[in-house]
């Protein structure tokens, strides 16, 4: 795996675990408020969260691709165009 790819799989093993609780924690909200057995909610939660985290993580790895392929690296950031011609940075 390009060493771009790494920095956003990173970024996506940060950010997608947030938007897991998040969904969890709406779906929880609403199930709850149906008279369904702890066991089903706690299913539907389980499922709506790894959903969430697949998605949100295959949506910044897609990112990071897109990215990577228009030639602007996040490791290119912060590098002056005259040491980038160099080679010197």
């Known amino acids: 795996m390009p060493g771009t790819l790494t920095i956003w ?9 947030i938007g897991a609780i998040m969904a ?3 779906t929880y909200g ?6 369904l057995p702890k ?3 706690l299913r539907e ?17 897609t990112a ?3 990215m990577s392929r ?7 950031y912060g590098r002056t165009e005259g040491a980038m011609r160099r080679g010197d940075a």
């Open 39 to 41: 066991g089903r909610v």
């Open 70 to 76: 228009t030639g602007d690296s996040v490791s290119d």
């Open 24 to 26: 969890a924690l709406i």
């Open 45 to 61: 939660v389980l499922i709506s969260a790894v959903f969430a985290f697949l998605v949100l993580l295959a949506l910044i790895m």
């Open 9 to 17: 799989l990173m970024i996506g093993l940060m950010f997608a675990p």
């Open 64 to 66: 990071g691709w897109a």
């Open 30 to 35: 609403e199930y709850s408020q149906h008279r």
